[in-house]
Protein backbone atom coordinates (compact mmCIF):
# COMPACT_ATOMS: atom_id res chain seq x y z
CA UNK A 1 0.00 0.00 0.00
CA UNK A 2 1.65 3.75 -0.65
CA UNK A 3 1.95 6.03 1.92
CA UNK A 4 0.10 8.96 0.81
CA UNK A 5 -2.78 7.66 -0.74
CA UNK A 6 -4.80 7.00 2.31
CA UNK A 7 -4.42 9.63 4.38
CA UNK A 8 -5.28 11.80 1.36
CA UNK A 9 -8.80 9.93 1.09
CA UNK A 10 -9.65 10.17 4.89
CA UNK A 11 -8.76 13.49 4.50
CA UNK A 12 -11.16 14.37 1.83
CA UNK A 13 -13.80 12.28 3.75
CA UNK A 14 -13.65 13.85 6.61
CA UNK A 15 -13.60 17.03 4.68
CA UNK A 16 -16.55 15.90 2.83
CA UNK A 17 -18.58 14.75 6.53
CA UNK A 18 -17.54 18.26 7.92
CA UNK A 19 -19.60 19.64 4.75
CA UNK A 20 -22.17 17.14 4.96
CA UNK A 21 -22.54 18.42 8.93
CA UNK A 22 -22.09 21.95 8.19
CA UNK A 23 -25.06 21.99 5.77
CA UNK A 24 -27.45 19.13 7.76
CA UNK A 25 -30.88 21.40 7.91
CA UNK A 26 -30.06 22.18 4.15
CA UNK A 27 -29.86 18.62 3.61
CA UNK A 28 -32.54 17.49 5.40
CA UNK A 29 -34.76 20.06 3.59
CA UNK A 30 -33.26 18.87 0.14
CA UNK A 31 -34.41 15.31 0.98
CA UNK A 32 -38.00 14.62 0.40
CA UNK A 33 -38.10 16.85 -3.05
CA UNK A 34 -34.54 15.07 -4.16
CA UNK A 35 -36.66 11.53 -3.40
CA UNK A 36 -39.57 12.97 -5.71
CA UNK A 37 -37.63 14.15 -8.80
CA UNK A 38 -35.35 10.94 -8.57
CA UNK A 39 -38.62 8.55 -8.16
CA UNK A 40 -40.92 10.38 -10.56
CA UNK A 41 -38.45 12.05 -12.83
CA UNK A 42 -35.15 9.76 -13.03
CA UNK A 43 -36.49 6.78 -12.83
CA UNK A 44 -38.99 7.16 -16.08
CA UNK A 45 -35.74 8.00 -17.68
CA UNK A 46 -34.60 4.83 -17.11
CA UNK A 47 -37.58 3.31 -18.43
CA UNK A 48 -37.12 4.70 -21.76
CA UNK A 49 -34.87 1.32 -22.56
CA UNK A 50 -38.36 -0.18 -23.05
CA UNK A 51 -38.11 1.73 -26.64
CA UNK A 52 -35.49 -0.67 -27.64
CA UNK A 53 -37.01 -4.27 -25.85
CA UNK A 54 -39.62 -6.44 -26.35
CA UNK A 55 -41.69 -5.69 -23.65
CA UNK A 56 -45.41 -7.97 -23.32
CA UNK A 57 -48.21 -7.32 -20.90
CA UNK A 58 -47.84 -4.40 -18.24
CA UNK A 59 -48.53 -7.67 -15.52
CA UNK A 60 -44.86 -7.72 -14.88
CA UNK A 61 -44.99 -3.97 -14.24
CA UNK A 62 -41.94 -1.42 -14.53
CA UNK A 63 -39.44 -4.37 -12.91
CA UNK A 64 -40.26 -6.62 -15.90
CA UNK A 65 -38.57 -4.14 -18.32
CA UNK A 66 -35.03 -4.86 -17.24
CA UNK A 67 -36.01 -8.29 -18.29
CA UNK A 68 -37.78 -7.90 -21.64
CA UNK A 69 -35.54 -8.83 -24.88
CA UNK A 70 -33.44 -6.26 -26.65
CA UNK A 71 -34.89 -5.59 -30.12
CA UNK A 72 -32.50 -2.97 -31.06
CA UNK A 73 -34.20 0.09 -33.46
CA UNK A 74 -37.45 -2.26 -34.65
CA UNK A 75 -40.41 -0.19 -33.13
CA UNK A 76 -38.38 2.77 -34.81
CA UNK A 77 -38.68 1.29 -37.95
CA UNK A 78 -42.48 0.46 -37.62
CA UNK A 79 -43.05 4.01 -36.87
CA UNK A 80 -40.94 5.66 -39.29
CA UNK A 81 -42.82 3.49 -41.76
CA UNK A 82 -45.82 3.88 -40.56
CA UNK A 83 -48.49 6.66 -42.27
CA UNK A 84 -49.07 7.50 -38.81
CA UNK A 85 -45.13 9.01 -38.66
CA UNK A 86 -45.99 11.45 -41.90
CA UNK A 87 -49.62 12.60 -40.47
CA UNK A 88 -48.21 13.38 -36.95
CA UNK A 89 -45.59 15.06 -38.06
CA UNK A 90 -47.32 17.18 -40.37
CA UNK A 91 -49.75 17.86 -38.13
CA UNK A 92 -47.52 19.05 -34.97
CA UNK A 93 -45.97 21.52 -37.46
CA UNK A 94 -48.94 22.51 -39.02
CA UNK A 95 -50.84 22.97 -35.58
CA UNK A 96 -47.92 24.94 -34.30
CA UNK A 97 -47.09 26.87 -37.17
CA UNK A 98 -51.27 28.37 -37.29
CA UNK A 99 -50.21 28.74 -33.55
CA UNK A 100 -47.21 31.61 -34.20
CA UNK A 101 -49.21 33.31 -36.85
CA UNK A 102 -52.44 33.34 -35.22
CA UNK A 103 -52.42 32.85 -31.72
CA UNK A 104 -48.90 34.12 -31.00
CA UNK A 105 -50.05 37.85 -31.92
CA UNK A 106 -53.23 37.79 -30.09
CA UNK A 107 -51.60 38.74 -26.19
CA UNK A 108 -49.57 41.74 -28.14
CA UNK A 109 -52.41 43.13 -29.77
CA UNK A 110 -54.84 43.12 -26.78
CA UNK A 111 -52.03 44.46 -24.18
CA UNK A 112 -51.25 47.30 -27.06
CA UNK A 113 -55.35 47.53 -26.60
CA UNK A 114 -55.63 47.50 -22.71
CA UNK A 115 -52.88 50.33 -22.94
CA UNK A 116 -55.09 52.70 -25.04
CA UNK A 117 -57.86 52.94 -22.47
CA UNK A 118 -58.34 55.58 -20.12
CA UNK A 119 -60.55 54.84 -17.78
CA UNK A 120 -59.00 52.74 -14.67
CA UNK A 121 -61.78 51.06 -13.99
CA UNK A 122 -62.61 49.72 -17.61
CA UNK A 123 -59.67 49.06 -17.81
CA UNK A 124 -59.22 46.55 -14.68
CA UNK A 125 -62.26 45.33 -15.95
CA UNK A 126 -60.93 43.92 -19.15
CA UNK A 127 -58.38 42.69 -17.41
CA UNK A 128 -59.79 40.49 -15.02
CA UNK A 129 -62.64 39.43 -17.85
CA UNK A 130 -59.60 38.28 -20.05
CA UNK A 131 -57.42 36.57 -17.83
CA UNK A 132 -60.94 34.18 -16.51
CA UNK A 133 -60.84 31.55 -19.37
CA UNK A 134 -57.01 30.48 -18.47
CA UNK A 135 -58.49 29.43 -15.19
CA UNK A 136 -60.81 27.27 -16.77
CA UNK A 137 -60.07 23.51 -17.68
CA UNK A 138 -59.98 22.28 -20.95
CA UNK A 139 -62.40 20.10 -20.48
CA UNK A 140 -64.41 22.88 -19.21
CA UNK A 141 -64.16 24.58 -22.49
CA UNK A 142 -64.48 21.40 -24.83
CA UNK A 143 -67.37 21.47 -22.81
CA UNK A 144 -68.48 25.08 -23.73
CA UNK A 145 -67.80 24.58 -27.07
CA UNK A 146 -69.39 21.30 -27.91
CA UNK A 147 -72.47 23.26 -26.52
CA UNK A 148 -71.98 26.21 -28.61
CA UNK A 149 -71.16 24.47 -31.71
CA UNK A 150 -73.51 21.26 -31.15
CA UNK A 151 -75.24 20.54 -34.41
CA UNK A 152 -78.59 19.84 -32.22
CA UNK A 153 -79.29 23.43 -30.74
CA UNK A 154 -75.61 25.06 -30.22
CA UNK A 155 -75.71 28.75 -30.51
CA UNK A 156 -73.73 28.75 -33.61
CA UNK A 157 -75.69 26.63 -35.77
CA UNK A 158 -79.19 28.12 -34.22
CA UNK A 159 -77.66 31.30 -35.75
CA UNK A 160 -77.01 29.83 -39.17
CA UNK A 161 -80.02 28.23 -38.93
CA UNK A 162 -81.85 31.83 -38.59
CA UNK A 163 -80.44 33.04 -41.33
CA UNK A 164 -81.18 30.10 -43.69
CA UNK A 165 -77.90 28.33 -43.40
CA UNK A 166 -77.61 24.78 -43.13
CA UNK A 167 -76.28 22.95 -40.07
CA UNK A 168 -72.15 22.81 -40.09
CA UNK A 169 -70.86 19.57 -37.61
CA UNK A 170 -67.88 21.89 -36.57
CA UNK A 171 -66.02 19.41 -34.47
CA UNK A 172 -66.42 16.49 -36.58
CA UNK A 173 -65.06 18.67 -39.73
CA UNK A 174 -62.04 18.28 -41.27
CA UNK A 175 -61.49 21.80 -42.24
CA UNK A 176 -63.00 23.61 -39.04
CA UNK A 177 -61.08 21.46 -36.62
CA UNK A 178 -57.78 23.65 -36.85
CA UNK A 179 -59.58 26.87 -36.71
CA UNK A 180 -61.73 25.53 -33.84
CA UNK A 181 -58.31 24.63 -31.87
CA UNK A 182 -56.18 28.06 -32.44
CA UNK A 183 -59.82 30.12 -32.15
CA UNK A 184 -60.48 28.45 -29.01
CA UNK A 185 -56.67 28.90 -27.44
CA UNK A 186 -56.99 32.12 -28.45
CA UNK A 187 -59.91 32.87 -26.39
CA UNK A 188 -58.36 30.67 -23.39
CA UNK A 189 -54.99 32.14 -23.34
CA UNK A 190 -55.03 35.97 -24.51
CA UNK A 191 -56.04 37.60 -21.23
CA UNK A 192 -53.01 35.81 -19.13
CA UNK A 193 -50.58 35.99 -22.64
CA UNK A 194 -50.87 39.74 -22.19
CA UNK A 195 -49.78 40.39 -18.71
CA UNK A 196 -45.99 40.20 -20.04
CA UNK A 197 -46.60 42.64 -22.65
CA UNK A 198 -48.70 45.10 -20.15
CA UNK A 199 -46.04 45.27 -18.16
CA UNK A 200 -43.04 46.09 -21.10
CA UNK A 201 -45.66 48.69 -21.84
CA UNK A 202 -45.72 50.31 -18.14
CA UNK A 203 -42.38 50.41 -17.92
CA UNK A 204 -41.58 52.44 -21.09
CA UNK A 205 -40.32 55.58 -20.82
CA UNK A 206 -43.40 58.36 -20.83
CA UNK A 207 -41.01 60.94 -22.48
CA UNK A 208 -40.60 59.40 -25.67
CA UNK A 209 -44.31 59.68 -26.06
CA UNK A 210 -43.83 63.49 -25.17
CA UNK A 211 -41.51 63.78 -27.48
CA UNK A 212 -43.23 61.72 -30.23
CA UNK A 213 -46.33 63.89 -29.57
CA UNK A 214 -44.18 67.20 -29.64
CA UNK A 215 -43.24 65.42 -33.43
CA UNK A 216 -47.06 65.75 -34.53
CA UNK A 217 -47.48 61.58 -34.03
CA UNK A 218 -50.94 60.69 -34.03
CA UNK A 219 -51.72 58.01 -31.54
CA UNK A 220 -51.47 54.92 -34.19
CA UNK A 221 -47.65 56.02 -35.24
CA UNK A 222 -47.07 56.36 -31.43
CA UNK A 223 -47.91 52.82 -30.97
CA UNK A 224 -45.67 52.05 -34.43
CA UNK A 225 -42.50 54.37 -33.79
CA UNK A 226 -42.62 54.01 -29.90
CA UNK A 227 -44.02 51.14 -28.18
CA UNK A 228 -43.48 48.09 -30.54
CA UNK A 229 -39.80 48.99 -31.24
CA UNK A 230 -39.70 49.03 -26.95
CA UNK A 231 -41.17 45.86 -27.07
CA UNK A 232 -39.16 44.00 -29.81
CA UNK A 233 -36.87 42.55 -27.37
CA UNK A 234 -39.30 40.77 -24.85
CA UNK A 235 -41.53 39.98 -27.95
CA UNK A 236 -38.44 38.25 -29.48
CA UNK A 237 -37.73 35.94 -26.45
CA UNK A 238 -41.23 35.30 -25.98
CA UNK A 239 -41.19 34.01 -29.76
CA UNK A 240 -38.36 31.90 -29.35
CA UNK A 241 -39.97 30.91 -25.84
CA UNK A 242 -42.94 29.41 -28.48
CA UNK A 243 -40.59 27.64 -31.23
CA UNK A 244 -39.01 25.86 -28.66
CA UNK A 245 -42.25 24.71 -27.29
CA UNK A 246 -43.57 23.93 -30.83
CA UNK A 247 -43.36 19.75 -30.31
CA UNK A 248 -45.78 20.80 -26.78
CA UNK A 249 -48.93 19.46 -28.44
CA UNK A 250 -51.37 20.70 -26.16
CA UNK A 251 -52.67 17.33 -25.64
CA UNK A 252 -55.17 18.16 -22.96
CA UNK A 253 -56.67 20.86 -26.14
CA UNK A 254 -56.72 18.01 -28.93
CA UNK A 255 -57.55 15.24 -26.59
CA UNK A 256 -60.56 17.02 -25.37
CA UNK A 257 -62.09 17.86 -28.50
CA UNK A 258 -61.09 15.64 -31.44
CA UNK A 259 -62.59 12.59 -32.02
CA UNK A 260 -62.06 9.72 -34.87
CA UNK A 261 -63.61 11.65 -37.54
CA UNK A 262 -60.92 14.16 -37.27
CA UNK A 263 -57.82 12.50 -36.54
CA UNK A 264 -56.52 12.96 -40.25
CA UNK A 265 -56.25 16.51 -39.39
CA UNK A 266 -55.65 16.71 -35.48
CA UNK A 267 -53.30 13.37 -34.36
CA UNK A 268 -50.30 14.79 -32.48
CA UNK A 269 -47.31 12.73 -30.82
CA UNK A 270 -49.01 12.83 -27.77
CA UNK A 271 -52.85 11.49 -28.58
CA UNK A 272 -51.09 8.68 -31.10
CA UNK A 273 -48.95 7.86 -28.11
CA UNK A 274 -51.97 7.54 -25.67
CA UNK A 275 -54.26 5.60 -27.83
CA UNK A 276 -50.96 3.20 -28.84
CA UNK A 277 -49.87 2.98 -25.67
CA UNK A 278 -52.63 3.24 -22.52
CA UNK A 279 -55.48 2.03 -24.86
CA UNK A 280 -54.27 -1.13 -26.90
CA UNK A 281 -51.39 -1.55 -24.44
CA UNK A 282 -48.40 -1.23 -27.48
CA UNK A 283 -45.97 -0.10 -24.64
CA UNK A 284 -42.41 -0.46 -26.18
CA UNK A 285 -43.74 1.19 -29.44
CA UNK A 286 -45.31 4.02 -27.49
CA UNK A 287 -42.51 4.80 -25.45
CA UNK A 288 -40.44 4.56 -28.58
CA UNK A 289 -42.71 7.42 -30.64
CA UNK A 290 -42.59 9.17 -27.24
CA UNK A 291 -38.28 9.17 -27.15
CA UNK A 292 -38.82 10.30 -30.72
CA UNK A 293 -40.93 13.33 -29.65
CA UNK A 294 -38.60 13.70 -26.43
CA UNK A 295 -35.49 13.94 -27.92
CA UNK A 296 -36.98 16.61 -30.75
CA UNK A 297 -38.16 18.46 -28.07
CA UNK A 298 -34.86 18.58 -26.21
CA UNK A 299 -33.07 19.45 -29.54
CA UNK A 300 -35.70 22.69 -30.32
CA UNK A 301 -35.65 24.28 -26.45
CA UNK A 302 -31.51 23.47 -26.24
CA UNK A 303 -31.63 25.72 -29.72
CA UNK A 304 -33.89 28.26 -28.46
CA UNK A 305 -32.27 28.46 -25.09
CA UNK A 306 -28.92 29.11 -26.92
CA UNK A 307 -30.48 31.32 -29.27
CA UNK A 308 -31.94 33.94 -26.59
CA UNK A 309 -28.86 33.92 -24.62
CA UNK A 310 -27.45 35.61 -27.50
CA UNK A 311 -30.52 38.08 -26.90
CA UNK A 312 -30.26 38.26 -23.32
CA UNK A 313 -27.14 37.08 -21.62
CA UNK A 314 -28.66 35.65 -18.38
CA UNK A 315 -30.70 33.35 -20.23
CA UNK A 316 -34.16 31.66 -19.57
CA UNK A 317 -33.39 30.07 -16.67
CA UNK B 1 -39.09 46.37 -15.64
CA UNK B 2 -41.60 47.94 -13.76
CA UNK B 3 -42.87 44.94 -12.45
CA UNK B 4 -45.49 45.86 -9.53
CA UNK B 5 -49.17 45.01 -9.96
CA UNK B 6 -50.11 49.13 -8.94
CA UNK B 7 -47.42 49.61 -12.22
CA UNK B 8 -49.54 47.56 -14.21
CA UNK B 9 -53.04 48.92 -13.23
CA UNK B 10 -52.57 52.49 -12.13
CA UNK B 11 -49.54 53.89 -14.09
CA UNK B 12 -52.06 55.20 -17.51
CA UNK B 13 -50.77 58.09 -19.77
CA UNK B 14 -52.37 61.25 -16.96
CA UNK B 15 -50.72 63.96 -18.67
CA UNK B 16 -51.60 63.16 -22.31
CA UNK B 17 -54.26 65.30 -23.53
CA UNK B 18 -56.70 64.65 -26.50
CA UNK B 19 -56.46 67.00 -29.12
CA UNK B 20 -57.75 65.42 -32.30
CA UNK B 21 -61.03 64.49 -33.91
CA UNK B 22 -59.21 61.18 -35.10
CA UNK B 23 -57.66 60.06 -31.72
CA UNK B 24 -60.91 60.29 -30.40
CA UNK B 25 -62.50 57.93 -32.69
CA UNK B 26 -59.11 56.18 -32.16
CA UNK B 27 -60.36 55.70 -28.61
CA UNK B 28 -63.73 54.74 -29.02
CA UNK B 29 -63.38 52.32 -31.80
CA UNK B 30 -60.65 50.57 -29.17
CA UNK B 31 -63.06 51.03 -26.23
CA UNK B 32 -65.40 49.41 -28.35
CA UNK B 33 -63.32 46.18 -29.55
CA UNK B 34 -62.40 45.39 -26.29
CA UNK B 35 -66.08 45.34 -24.82
CA UNK B 36 -67.07 42.75 -27.80
CA UNK B 37 -63.93 40.96 -26.60
CA UNK B 38 -65.34 40.99 -22.93
CA UNK B 39 -68.87 39.73 -24.24
CA UNK B 40 -66.80 36.91 -26.39
CA UNK B 41 -65.38 35.92 -23.05
CA UNK B 42 -68.41 35.99 -21.46
CA UNK B 43 -70.98 34.82 -23.50
CA UNK B 44 -70.14 30.89 -23.47
CA UNK B 45 -69.75 30.58 -19.82
CA UNK B 46 -73.24 33.08 -19.57
CA UNK B 47 -74.89 30.40 -22.26
CA UNK B 48 -73.94 27.62 -20.16
CA UNK B 49 -75.29 28.79 -17.12
CA UNK B 50 -78.61 29.64 -18.44
CA UNK B 51 -78.66 26.49 -20.31
CA UNK B 52 -78.60 24.53 -16.49
CA UNK B 53 -81.44 26.09 -15.32
CA UNK B 54 -83.73 26.23 -18.75
CA UNK B 55 -86.14 23.45 -18.96
CA UNK B 56 -85.38 21.00 -21.70
CA UNK B 57 -88.43 21.99 -23.79
CA UNK B 58 -87.22 25.70 -23.80
CA UNK B 59 -84.00 24.51 -24.92
CA UNK B 60 -84.84 23.24 -28.03
CA UNK B 61 -87.31 25.82 -28.91
CA UNK B 62 -85.19 28.92 -28.03
CA UNK B 63 -81.60 27.91 -28.15
CA UNK B 64 -80.18 31.14 -27.95
CA UNK B 65 -81.71 32.28 -25.00
CA UNK B 66 -79.71 33.89 -22.62
CA UNK B 67 -82.28 34.61 -20.12
CA UNK B 68 -85.02 31.69 -19.72
CA UNK B 69 -88.65 32.45 -19.08
CA UNK B 70 -88.70 29.57 -16.60
CA UNK B 71 -86.59 27.88 -14.12
CA UNK B 72 -85.57 24.15 -14.04
CA UNK B 73 -83.14 23.81 -10.91
CA UNK B 74 -83.93 19.45 -11.54
CA UNK B 75 -80.17 19.24 -12.36
CA UNK B 76 -78.63 20.93 -9.32
CA UNK B 77 -80.81 18.98 -7.48
CA UNK B 78 -79.95 15.51 -8.59
CA UNK B 79 -76.45 16.45 -8.54
CA UNK B 80 -76.24 17.18 -4.51
CA UNK B 81 -78.66 13.93 -4.08
CA UNK B 82 -77.43 10.92 -2.01
CA UNK B 83 -76.59 8.33 -5.34
CA UNK B 84 -75.60 10.79 -7.57
CA UNK B 85 -71.53 10.39 -8.54
CA UNK B 86 -71.39 13.92 -8.72
CA UNK B 87 -70.68 14.10 -5.18
CA UNK B 88 -68.57 11.75 -4.92
CA UNK B 89 -66.27 13.65 -7.54
CA UNK B 90 -66.45 16.94 -5.84
CA UNK B 91 -65.67 15.27 -2.81
CA UNK B 92 -62.12 13.76 -4.24
CA UNK B 93 -61.43 17.16 -6.27
CA UNK B 94 -61.70 19.09 -3.23
CA UNK B 95 -59.48 16.60 -0.83
CA UNK B 96 -57.23 16.25 -3.85
CA UNK B 97 -56.66 20.21 -4.09
CA UNK B 98 -56.17 20.44 -0.16
CA UNK B 99 -54.01 18.26 0.67
CA UNK B 100 -52.22 18.12 -3.07
CA UNK B 101 -51.22 21.61 -3.05
CA UNK B 102 -50.29 21.60 0.75
CA UNK B 103 -48.01 18.39 -0.42
CA UNK B 104 -46.96 20.68 -3.42
CA UNK B 105 -46.24 24.14 -1.44
CA UNK B 106 -44.68 21.78 1.53
CA UNK B 107 -41.90 20.35 -0.97
CA UNK B 108 -41.40 22.87 -3.17
CA UNK B 109 -40.82 25.75 -0.39
CA UNK B 110 -38.75 22.79 1.51
CA UNK B 111 -36.67 22.35 -1.95
CA UNK B 112 -35.59 26.18 -3.20
CA UNK B 113 -34.46 26.90 0.06
CA UNK B 114 -31.57 25.30 -0.22
CA UNK B 115 -31.43 26.06 -3.69
CA UNK B 116 -31.41 29.57 -3.28
CA UNK B 117 -28.36 29.12 -1.26
CA UNK B 118 -24.99 30.13 -2.44
CA UNK B 119 -23.38 28.94 -0.07
CA UNK B 120 -24.57 25.28 0.18
CA UNK B 121 -22.40 23.82 -2.40
CA UNK B 122 -24.68 20.60 -3.88
CA UNK B 123 -26.77 23.85 -5.51
CA UNK B 124 -25.39 23.43 -8.68
CA UNK B 125 -26.26 19.54 -9.24
CA UNK B 126 -29.32 19.53 -7.78
CA UNK B 127 -30.65 22.37 -10.29
CA UNK B 128 -29.19 21.10 -12.87
CA UNK B 129 -30.75 17.70 -12.33
CA UNK B 130 -33.98 19.56 -11.95
CA UNK B 131 -33.84 22.03 -14.86
CA UNK B 132 -33.28 18.48 -17.00
CA UNK B 133 -36.08 17.58 -16.28
CA UNK B 134 -37.88 20.83 -17.39
CA UNK B 135 -36.38 19.98 -21.00
CA UNK B 136 -36.47 15.94 -20.96
CA UNK B 137 -38.53 13.48 -19.58
CA UNK B 138 -39.31 9.54 -19.56
CA UNK B 139 -42.28 10.50 -21.07
CA UNK B 140 -45.87 8.79 -21.03
CA UNK B 141 -45.19 5.03 -20.79
CA UNK B 142 -42.41 4.49 -18.67
CA UNK B 143 -44.35 7.09 -16.15
CA UNK B 144 -47.52 4.81 -16.83
CA UNK B 145 -45.66 1.48 -15.85
CA UNK B 146 -43.62 2.43 -12.99
CA UNK B 147 -46.74 4.02 -11.38
CA UNK B 148 -48.27 1.12 -11.60
CA UNK B 149 -45.21 -0.99 -10.11
CA UNK B 150 -45.94 1.53 -7.03
CA UNK B 151 -49.53 0.42 -6.40
CA UNK B 152 -50.88 3.80 -7.18
CA UNK B 153 -53.09 2.82 -9.25
CA UNK B 154 -56.84 3.10 -7.86
CA UNK B 155 -54.86 4.93 -5.43
CA UNK B 156 -56.28 8.46 -4.12
CA UNK B 157 -51.85 9.09 -3.73
CA UNK B 158 -52.06 8.88 -7.60
CA UNK B 159 -52.98 12.24 -7.51
CA UNK B 160 -50.66 13.76 -5.26
CA UNK B 161 -47.48 11.70 -5.35
CA UNK B 162 -46.01 11.69 -9.22
CA UNK B 163 -46.94 15.52 -9.29
CA UNK B 164 -45.67 16.62 -5.57
CA UNK B 165 -43.46 19.37 -7.40
CA UNK B 166 -43.60 21.05 -10.49
CA UNK B 167 -39.95 22.05 -11.53
CA UNK B 168 -41.00 25.25 -13.25
CA UNK B 169 -42.93 27.00 -9.82
CA UNK B 170 -39.85 25.33 -7.72
CA UNK B 171 -37.63 27.73 -10.33
CA UNK B 172 -39.70 30.73 -9.43
CA UNK B 173 -39.78 30.17 -5.58
CA UNK B 174 -35.54 30.09 -5.99
CA UNK B 175 -35.77 33.15 -8.02
CA UNK B 176 -37.69 34.79 -5.22
CA UNK B 177 -35.63 33.50 -2.59
CA UNK B 178 -32.83 34.71 -4.15
CA UNK B 179 -33.88 38.47 -4.10
CA UNK B 180 -33.88 38.39 -0.40
CA UNK B 181 -30.90 39.92 0.68
CA UNK B 182 -28.17 37.38 2.11
CA UNK B 183 -27.37 39.83 5.32
CA UNK B 184 -31.01 38.73 7.16
CA UNK B 185 -29.90 35.58 7.14
CA UNK B 186 -25.98 36.08 8.03
CA UNK B 187 -27.29 38.32 10.68
CA UNK B 188 -29.77 35.82 11.86
CA UNK B 189 -26.99 33.35 11.91
CA UNK B 190 -24.79 35.50 14.00
CA UNK B 191 -27.47 35.28 16.22
CA UNK B 192 -27.26 31.49 16.77
CA UNK B 193 -30.50 30.71 14.52
CA UNK B 194 -29.80 27.72 11.99
CA UNK B 195 -31.31 27.19 8.80
CA UNK B 196 -34.58 26.04 9.53
CA UNK B 197 -35.07 28.60 11.47
CA UNK B 198 -34.16 31.31 9.46
CA UNK B 199 -36.11 29.81 6.76
CA UNK B 200 -39.19 29.35 9.13
CA UNK B 201 -38.98 32.99 10.58
CA UNK B 202 -37.33 35.00 7.88
CA UNK B 203 -37.74 34.01 4.21
CA UNK B 204 -41.15 32.70 4.58
CA UNK B 205 -43.03 35.38 5.72
CA UNK B 206 -41.19 37.54 3.66
CA UNK B 207 -42.81 35.71 0.83
CA UNK B 208 -46.16 36.06 1.48
CA UNK B 209 -47.11 36.92 -2.45
CA UNK B 210 -44.95 34.36 -3.86
CA UNK B 211 -46.52 31.75 -1.88
CA UNK B 212 -49.69 33.08 -2.62
CA UNK B 213 -49.31 33.09 -6.42
CA UNK B 214 -47.75 29.36 -6.29
CA UNK B 215 -50.39 28.47 -4.25
CA UNK B 216 -53.02 29.46 -6.37
CA UNK B 217 -51.09 27.84 -9.29
CA UNK B 218 -51.07 24.53 -7.63
CA UNK B 219 -55.03 24.79 -6.75
CA UNK B 220 -55.96 25.63 -9.92
CA UNK B 221 -53.69 22.58 -11.33
CA UNK B 222 -55.24 20.09 -8.81
CA UNK B 223 -59.11 21.22 -9.72
CA UNK B 224 -58.30 21.42 -13.23
CA UNK B 225 -56.87 17.96 -13.51
CA UNK B 226 -58.44 15.05 -15.17
CA UNK B 227 -55.72 12.73 -16.85
CA UNK B 228 -54.47 11.00 -14.35
CA UNK B 229 -58.37 9.61 -13.25
CA UNK B 230 -58.21 8.52 -17.29
CA UNK B 231 -54.45 6.78 -16.39
CA UNK B 232 -54.80 5.28 -13.37
CA UNK B 233 -58.50 5.57 -11.74
CA UNK B 234 -61.08 2.59 -12.26
CA UNK B 235 -63.49 3.32 -9.72
CA UNK B 236 -65.88 5.75 -10.51
CA UNK B 237 -66.66 6.68 -7.51
CA UNK B 238 -62.88 8.03 -7.22
CA UNK B 239 -62.80 10.26 -10.33
CA UNK B 240 -61.89 13.99 -9.94
CA UNK B 241 -64.86 16.37 -11.04
CA UNK B 242 -63.30 17.44 -14.82
CA UNK B 243 -63.06 13.64 -15.37
CA UNK B 244 -66.62 12.76 -14.24
CA UNK B 245 -67.41 16.02 -16.65
CA UNK B 246 -65.17 14.48 -19.71
CA UNK B 247 -67.03 11.02 -19.76
CA UNK B 248 -70.77 13.03 -18.89
CA UNK B 249 -69.67 14.68 -22.22
CA UNK B 250 -68.66 11.91 -24.06
CA UNK B 251 -71.62 9.27 -23.71
CA UNK B 252 -74.71 9.65 -25.19
CA UNK B 253 -76.83 8.58 -21.92
CA UNK B 254 -75.47 9.43 -18.29
CA UNK B 255 -77.17 7.04 -15.66
CA UNK B 256 -74.00 4.78 -15.86
CA UNK B 257 -71.56 7.77 -14.97
CA UNK B 258 -73.77 10.03 -12.88
CA UNK B 259 -74.89 7.65 -10.67
CA UNK B 260 -73.41 5.22 -8.33
CA UNK B 261 -75.28 2.22 -6.41
CA UNK B 262 -78.83 1.06 -7.38
CA UNK B 263 -80.58 3.42 -10.18
CA UNK B 264 -82.51 6.50 -9.23
CA UNK B 265 -85.54 7.23 -11.21
CA UNK B 266 -86.00 10.91 -11.90
CA UNK B 267 -82.70 11.55 -13.55
CA UNK B 268 -83.11 14.91 -15.46
CA UNK B 269 -82.28 14.84 -19.08
CA UNK B 270 -78.30 14.23 -19.67
CA UNK B 271 -77.70 18.06 -21.24
CA UNK B 272 -79.35 19.59 -17.80
CA UNK B 273 -77.23 17.22 -15.73
CA UNK B 274 -74.03 18.48 -17.81
CA UNK B 275 -74.77 21.63 -17.93
CA UNK B 276 -74.98 21.72 -14.19
CA UNK B 277 -71.89 19.50 -14.30
CA UNK B 278 -70.05 22.37 -15.80
CA UNK B 279 -71.10 25.04 -13.53
CA UNK B 280 -70.68 23.14 -10.31
CA UNK B 281 -67.59 22.49 -11.59
CA UNK B 282 -66.29 25.82 -12.80
CA UNK B 283 -67.75 28.17 -10.28
CA UNK B 284 -65.40 27.97 -7.50
CA UNK B 285 -62.14 29.26 -9.88
CA UNK B 286 -64.52 31.83 -11.11
CA UNK B 287 -65.34 33.28 -7.50
CA UNK B 288 -61.80 33.14 -6.16
CA UNK B 289 -59.27 33.94 -9.03
CA UNK B 290 -60.40 37.78 -8.98
CA UNK B 291 -59.49 37.94 -5.55
CA UNK B 292 -56.11 36.38 -5.93
CA UNK B 293 -55.30 38.36 -9.74
CA UNK B 294 -52.77 40.21 -8.47
CA UNK B 295 -50.51 37.69 -7.08
CA UNK B 296 -51.00 35.85 -10.09
CA UNK B 297 -50.25 39.16 -11.94
CA UNK B 298 -47.05 39.50 -9.74
CA UNK B 299 -46.06 35.58 -9.80
CA UNK B 300 -46.17 35.39 -13.60
CA UNK B 301 -43.40 38.19 -13.80
CA UNK B 302 -41.51 36.77 -11.08
CA UNK B 303 -41.11 33.68 -12.92
CA UNK B 304 -41.01 35.18 -16.77
CA UNK B 305 -38.11 36.31 -18.41
CA UNK B 306 -36.47 39.59 -16.92
CA UNK B 307 -37.37 42.62 -19.29
Redesign the interface.
Known amino acids: MQSGRPVSRKTRWERFKAAMWEYRWLNLMVIPGFFFFILFKYVPMYGIIIAFKNYKGAAGGFQAIASAPWIGLKNFEIFFKSLYCARIFKNTIWISLLRLVFSFPAPILLALMINEVRSNVFKRTVQTITYMPYFLSWVVVAALLNTLLSPDNGAINAMIQLRGGSTVYFLTSKSWFRPILIISEIWKNIGYGSIVYLAAITSIDQEQYEAARVDGASKFQQIIHVTLPELSNIIAIMLILQIGKMFDDNFDQIYNLYSPSVYEVADVFETYIYRNGIQQSKFSYSAAIGLVKSVIALAMILFTNWASKKLDTDGLF | ?3 SEE ?7 K ?2 TLN ?1 P ?2 HI ?2 FL ?2 L ?2 IL ?2 I ?3 Y ?2 L ?2 LA ?1 SVTPELE ?2 LH ?2 RIFPSSFDFTGYVFIFSSGSNIVNSYRTTILRTLIGTAVNM ?3 L ?2 A ?3 S ?1 KY ?3 RKV ?1 TG ?3 F ?1 M ?12 N ?3 GLLNSFWVYI ?2 C ?2 NPFN ?2 IMRNFFQQIPDSLDESAKLDGA ?3 RV ?1 WSIYLPLSTASIATLTLFYA ?1 FH ?5 DSM ?1 YMNRKEMWTM ?2 T ?2 QL ?1 DSATVTDIATVGTAMDNIPPAETV ?2 AT ?1 VV ?2 VP ?2 CI ?2 FL ?1 KYF ?1 KG ?2 VG ?4
Open positions: MGCGIMMKVKNRSGEFLNDILLCVMIPVFVRRAPLALTLLYPLKYRPLLIVTWFSGGLIPSFLLKSLFPAVLMNDLFVWNMWFLQYLRIRMVATILYPQVMLSVKG
